[in-house]
T-cell receptor, first 112, second 115 residues
């Protein structure tokens, strides 16, 4: 069965520092991969997605992610974190059959 | 566009009571999804509709849960009778365009507490 693993439950970074959130997936075919962000008390918002082509994808709010098939990974990165980036981040894979399977999420804390 | 609208935002009820959660998807979107979010289980897909027809309800936990979509602009998720373990945030999301590649737009969620 398809699955998504986000190994880090919490991550704390200093404002202005770089960020990388890890995501590994288990999927037999070409995956459709997504990163969503959830601010407290809010729904999820799409940051970026990957279907095919260039393995480095750009998203909103200065985020990017790189698909690495050999490592079954789709890590999210940002070169310089802002305090407003504090939120919970979810990696998701499209289960063939039109269903998104979400990882457990990574809570990002930003310290000033 | 107003986005996906869910009501109520918060619901506190007692065990055994009926709970009805409502969702208005984005106009023109032909897919609607109901998710449940808990600390223990994360985000789980309960059911989804395409053109108002339920396509996959394999995530519905048990017969106490039911969902309907009588028209393209309205869906309900009902729990009857409710139990404390149903306490969670329930999200509705909608999507238009091509399957699999289109963006899911989430509502702000309905936080349910069953005492």
């Amino acid at each position: 069965a398809q699955s998504v693993t986000q190994p880090d439950i919490h991550i704390t970074v200093s404002e202005g520092a770089s960020l990388e959130l890890r995501c590994n997936y288990s999927y037999g075919a070409t995956p459709y991969l997504f990163w969503y962000v959830q601010s407290p008390g809010q729904g999820l918002q799409l940051l970026l997605k990957y279907f095919s082509g260039d393995t480095l994808v750009q998203g909103i709010k200065g985020f990017e992610a790189e698909f690495k098939r050999s490592q079954s990974s789709f890590n999210l990165r940002k070169p310089s974190v802002h305090w407003s980036d504090a939120a919970e981040y979810f990696c998701a894979v499209d289960n063939y059959g039109n269903k998104l399977v979400f990882g457990a999420g990574t809570i990002l804390r930003v310290k000033s | 566009d107003a986005g996906v609208i869910q009501s109520p935002r918060h619901e506190v009820t007692e065990m055994g009571q009926e709970v009805t959660l409502r969702c208005k998807p984005i106009s023109g979107h032909d897919y609607l999804f109901w998710y449940r979010q808990t600390m223990m289980r994360g985000l789980e897909l309960l059911i989804y509709f395409n053109n108002n027809v339920p396509i996959d309800d394999s995530g519905m936990p048990e017969d106490r849960f039911s969902a309907k979509m009588p028209n393209a602009s309205f869906s309900t998720l009902k729990i009857q009778p409710s139990e404390p373990r149903d306490s969670a945030v329930y999200f509705c999301a909608s999507r238009g365009g091509a399957a699999r590649t289109g963006e899911l737009f989430f509502g702000e969620g309905s936080r349910l507490t069953v005492l």
